[in-house]
Structures are given as structure tokens and as C-alpha cells.
């Protein structure tokens, strides 16, 4: 028989239950303190939580819900993924397929799904779940959702920025490059090969005192330039002497800025434009203005420019001396201050037709301090860029003695001019005296020698015919030749074809010259036409044309310079 419980052990026993009753509803009460912080965090998170079972249907959504995608969960819990339209078409099945591993117990990372909310805006969503176990069955999957769709949109926006941050530093005419504090380059433009030659990758990682890029003379300027930019400081527009791989030497202009990260300057970013034509360009700029300026200030013309309202605005100290002027005096007046008022209107008139776009030489008078001076003036049109009119710019040379000695001296053309006629008709008249005095000489001359052959040479034939004396027939020889010497110097050489003609013979010749037939000849001198012909033939002898064809008129003529030429018909 069961023995009957004693009072202690009855006491045991109540103390027992009272202490496993206290911790029950110590354990119910920590239970309860739990589930409402749960509570608390479910209704109060920004984040979406959520569980789904095993037949993918939810089970819980947190009233976050509401606010990311517009559904109260009451409209979600109890319904079928697939049913929702939560989710983009395109995340579905991969959002389904990711909740089975979870189920299997796998464990995924997180995954990106885009949703759909209420009103039809797309949102990205970053999920994370993990199995709820019972019995060690996983029963349902319990998850977390965070709305990225913001960090989505700055990483799209990100991307698209480093895309055409790329794209331009990629195809960028400048060169844009980095430095960190170390003084080497950490990155560089493709643009680099194109200006000075280096490609990016012999120059990224290396100091820029080792590359030798910059002209010596720069270096200490760039390093002390870099230094002021990791200090918070900015380049702005400084150039430096860059020396290219094949030794040129580039000018660029270069701006640096500081990149700041945690409030800290970590490296400079710069941009550096060539700009050696720009600086080639300012140089001639700077030398031609030079040349100009001197030409301007030694010039012995008057040089000055005028703007579109036709005032002075510059002129040099040549037309300062000449109005006895200074250049502030001469641009506060205008021409018709400086001549008279008829010659400025005609100087406006001159100077419009420049402004309208014409070149303008001229010669014309200009009182000046009283005296009349002449200039020969040039004037042109001032054009910008644009080939706008901008003014214009004259040269007048002052040409006052010039007009004086061209003027003098055509008078003294004019006078040599007269003289020269009055000489010419002189000369003409004295060669016709000259030359009829030169005739009448001639004829004299052969006068003489015909005479001397008509009376003289006759009468030495006879003698000599009728002396039988050897001696006396010396003499006469004697007299023969020194009469021959004689004549000679009365007549030229062709004359001397005469000396052996005989008087007849002579007679006979003059009329051929005189272009008598033999037939006339033979009527006039009273003798035979076979006489006439005889002689003719010894005539043609004694001038050598015997064997020639050449007409014996003709030659009588070239012989005889005095007579004039008669052409044979």
C-alpha cells in the first residue's frame, strides 16, 4: 500500500510549483517584452520585413510596406507572389527561384529585385532572407527588403558620369592628368601622345622631375605649384616650357585644383591647353607692333588713325612737329580745326568714302600755319576680325618741294624742249648747206679732173706721141704721174676710174649716167652708133665689168656719189 505524504514533502512540492509558476510568468513576461519590441521594430522600421511560407504566399508585411511601395499589408498577407504584380516580370522567377534555396537551406547573398509599386513607379529593392525553423523544418522564409532605389540611381548616375568622364578624358584636346603627393603622375590623358609625343604609360607612376618634360627653368615653379595645391591653394592659368620626346618645345598654359578627400587634398587635378601658337602669334603680335611703333615714331610722313566718327585717336611726332602740336592738342580737335573749314570738309568727305570701305590716294593742298604745303595721301579702312570698319589709317607725305622741282624742271623741259627744235631746225638747215657744199665741191673737184683730162692729157698724148727723145719721154712720164698725184688728192677713189678714160670716152659716160641710148649718144656727139658701141665696151673694161652682168648706168651712179641715183626702168 502507497505510503501517505508527509507534510514536508507536500510543502517541497508547493514551494516546487510555486517557483516553476513564478518562472513561467517570468519567461511569459520576457516573451512579452520580446514580441513587443518586435512589434515595435516591425511597425516602426524603414526597411520592409516580411515572411513568406512554403507556397510562396506572404504571411507578414511590415506597415513600412505602405510607404515604399504604396500597398497596406492587409492587401499583401495571405495572396500569392506570382499574384501580386510586386515584382517586374523580369525579377519574378529569380526572386522565386532565390526564396526555394532559402527553403533548402542554402544561404544566398543579398539580391537586387525591381519592384512595382501601387501607382505604376519602378523601384530597386535589396533583399535578404533567411528560413524560419521548426522541428528542423524550415516553415517559412523570413526577409528583409531595403529600398536602394536612390543609390540605384546615384550608381546609374555615377556610371554615366565616369562614362563621360572617360569619353572626355579620352578624347579631350587638352591634357588632363592627376599628380598625388609624392610629385608622380597617377594618371594622363590620351591626348599627351598627340602634343608631346609620350604615350600615358611612360608616364603614369613616375616623378615628373624624372620625365624631363618641363624645361628646366619650370621645374622648381611646378614643384612649388603643386605643393601650394595640396596645401587647399588653385593654378589658375600658369604656363610653362614643356619639352616634347623629339626635344620640341611646347608652351602650355596649365589650372590645377585639389582632390579633397576626408578633408584632406590627396592629389591635384590639372589641365594643361597647348598654347604654343597662341604665344608664337603673340610674339610676332609683339614684333610687329615694335616694327610698327618705330616706323611709326621715325617716320617722316604724318601718321595717324581715325575711329567711325572720324576723330583722331592716334598720331605720331612727325605730324606733331609739323603742326607745331602736341598729340593730346591735335586729338581734341577735329579737321576742321586744324585747316580751314572749306579743306575739313573736303578731308570728311574723303575720309567717309575710307569708312565705307574704299582705299583713298590723293594728292591735295593743306594750309598749315599759314603756308600752303601739298601731300600725297593715303588712306585705308581698319577692319576687325569680323571685317567690320573699324577706322582708318592715313599716311600723308608732305610732297611741297617735290611739286616746287617737278614744276621747275618742266619749265626747264619745256625750254630745252624749244632750244631742241630751234637746234634741230638749225641742224637741218646747215646739213642741207653742208651737203649742197659738199656737191658743189665734188663737182668742182671732178670739174678739175675732167678739164685737166680734156686739155691737159691731150696735149701730153701728142707730145709723147711726136718726142722721139728717150730722155724728153722721161720727163713727160714724170709729168704724167706727178699730174695723176695731183688730181688724185681732188677727187675720192671712185673717181679715179675717170683718169684713164679718154675724152670721149668720158663724154660718153656722163650721157649713160644721164640714161641716154646709144642711139642718142651716137645723135649728139655726131658719130657712129658702132662707134658708140666700141667705146661703151672699153668703158665696161676700164671699170672692170667685162665679164659682168651688172648695169653699166648703174654703176656710172655708185661711182659717182655726187650725182643722184636714177632707177632703171
Known amino acids: 500500500m502507497k505510503e501517505k505524504t508527509t507534510y514536508q514533502e507536500l510543502e517541497h512540492k508547493v514551494r516546487e510549483l510555486e517557483r516553476a509558476a513564478a518562472e513561467r510568468r517570468h519567461s511569459e513576461g520576457a516573451l512579452r517584452e ?62 522565386m527561384t532565390d526564396t526555394l534555396q532559402v527553403f533548402s537551406g542554402r544561404k544566398i547573398a543579398s539580391s537586387i529585385y525591381e519592384f512595382i ?52 578624358f579620352s578624347l579631350a584636346n587638352d591634357v588632363i592628368y592627376s599628380i598625388d603627393k609624392g610629385f608622380k603622375i597617377t594618371s594622363i590623358s590620351p591626348s599627351i601622345e598627340r602634343i608631346l609625343g609620350y604615350r600615358p604609360e611612360e608616364l603614369v607612376g613616375k616623378p615628373i622631375r624624372d620625365l624631363k618634360m618641363l624645361h628646366p627653368d619650370d621645374i622648381e615653379k611646378a614643384l612649388s605649384e603643386i605643393r601650394q595645391v595640396l596645401s587647399g591653394g588653385k593654378i589658375n592659368c600658369s604656363v610653362y616650357q614643356f619639352v616634347a620626346k623629339d626635344g620640341s618645345r611646347i608652351f602650355g598654359e596649365v589650372s590645377g585644383v585639389p582632390l579633397v578627400r576626408d578633408g584632406e587634398a590627396v592629389s ?79 578731308i570728311r568727305q574723303s575720309d567717309l568714302r575710307v569708312i565705307g570701305g574704299e582705299v583713298v590716294e590723293e594728292e591735295c593742298a593743306r594750309t598749315i600755319g599759314g603756308i600752303s604745303r601739298t601731300f600725297h595721301v593715303i588712306k585705308v579702312p581698319m577692319r576687325d576680325s569680323a571685317g567690320t570698319v573699324t577706322g582708318l589709317c592715313g599716311i600723308a607725305r608732305d610732297i611741297t618741294e617735290r611739286k616746287r622741282a617737278e614744276e621747275e624742271l618742266l619749265v626747264k623741259e619745256r625750254e630745252l624742249a624749244r632750244q631742241a627744235r630751234y637746234l634741230e631746225d638749225m641742224n637741218i638747215a646747215l646739213k642741207v648747206l653742208l651737203d649742197s657744199r659738199e656737191k658743189e665741191k665734188k663737182q668742182e673737184q671732178e670739174g678739175i679732173v675732167l678739164k685737166a683730162r680734156k686739155i691737159i692729157y691731150p696735149y701730153l698724148e701728142k707730145m709723147e706721141a711726136v718726142c722721139a727723145d728717150g730722155e724728153a719721154r722721161v720727163y713727160l712720164g714724170i709729168i704724167r704721174a706727178n699730174l695723176e698725184e695731183l688730181l688724185l688728192s681732188c677727187t675720192d677713189l671712185i673717181s679715179l676710174q675717170y683718169l684713164t678714160f679718154t675724152p670721149m670716152e668720158v663724154r660718153i659716160a656722163d650721157l649713160i649716167k644721164q640714161g641716154k641710148t646709144s642711139k642718142e649718144i651716137a645723135s649728139l656727139l655726131r658719130i657712129t652708133p658702132f662707134a658708140v658701141s666700141f667705146h661703151r665696151g672699153n668703158i665696161r673694161k676700164k671699170c672692170g665689168l667685162l665679164n659682168s652682168k651688172k648695169n653699166l648706168m648703174v654703176h656710172l651712179h655708185d661711182a659717182d656719189p655726187v650725182q643722184p641715183k636714177t632707177s632703171i626702168g
Open 117 to 168: 509599386t501601387k501607382d505604376g513607379v519602378r523601384k530597386f529593392g535589396e533583399v535578404r532572407g533567411v528560413p524560419l525553423m521548426r522541428n528542423g523544418n524550415a516553415v517559412a522564409v523570413v526577409a528583409v527588403a531595403r529600398d536602394i532605389t536612390r543609390r540605384i540611381e546615384m550608381e546609374k548616375t555615377l556610371r554615366e558620369s565616369e562614362e563621360k568622364y572617360d569619353i572626355h
Open 268 to 346: 591635384v587635378i590639372s589641365v594643361a591647353r597647348d598654347i604654343t601658337e597662341r604665344i608664337e602669334m603673340e610674339k610676332s603680335l609683339r614684333e610687329s607692333e615694335e616694327r610698327f611703333r618705330t616706323i611709326f615714331e621715325s617716320a617722316r610722313d604724318c601718321i595717324y588713325i581715325k575711329n567711325p566718327d572720324l576723330k583722331y585717336v592716334f598720331v605720331n611726332p612727325f605730324m606733331e612737329k609739323l603742326f607745331g602740336l602736341t598729340s593730346q592738342d591735335i586729338l581734341a580737335q577735329g579737321d576742321k580745326d586744324l585747316f580751314r573749314i572749306k579743306q575739313g570738309a573736303n
Open 34 to 95: 520580446i514580441t513587443d519590441i518586435y512589434h515595435l521594430h516591425f511597425s516602426l522600421a524603414n526597411d520592409v520585413l516580411y515572411s513568406v511560407d512554403t507556397q510562396l504566399r506572404i504571411m507578414s508585411a511590415s506597415p513600412s510596406i505602405e510607404k515604399v511601395l504604396g500597398y497596406k499589408p492587409e492587401e499583401l498577407v495571405g495572396k500569392h507572389l506570382q499574384d501580386l504584380k510586386l515584382l517586374h516580370p523580369e525579377c519574378l522567377d529569380k526572386a
